[in-house]
């Protein structure tokens, strides 16, 4: 995945936190403490005056798309992508470990 790609992805996921984190019933203070982040670097990403980090990207869309009240619009909006998917269940073990 390259880093256009990466950036379309993370600028999709800003677009929709708002709604994301409404469906889940929680604060910024309490995503950002789920996530590892402070609230005031999530309150810029979510308000879009800061970009995504890959890093909170995938921790964000953790969240997200293992949680039923968000699931479906993850899926709807085509942040988690097949060419992702696929990223994830790839198996980097080295076989000769």
């Given at each position: ?13 800003a677009?929709?936190l708002?709604?994301?984190r ?5 604060t910024?203070d ?8 402070s609230?005031?670097?999530y309150s ?26 968000t699931?479906?619009?993850v899926?709807?909006?085509?942040i ?18």
């Amino acid at each position: 995945m390259n880093r256009i790609d990466k950036d379309k992805l993370t600028e999709r996921l800003a677009l929709e936190l708002p709604v994301m984190r409404a469906r889940l019933g929680v604060t910024q203070d309490e995503i950002s403490e789920i996530i590892g982040i402070s609230r005031q670097t999530y309150s810029s990403i979510e308000t879009r005056k800061r970009k995504m980090a890959w890093t909170t990207f995938v921790a964000l869309l953790f969240v997200f798309y293992h949680n039923s009240a968000t699931r479906d619009l993850v899926e709807s909006t085509g942040i988690f992508t097949d060419e992702f998917r696929m990223v994830l269940e790839t198996d980097y073990r080295n076989d000769n470990d």
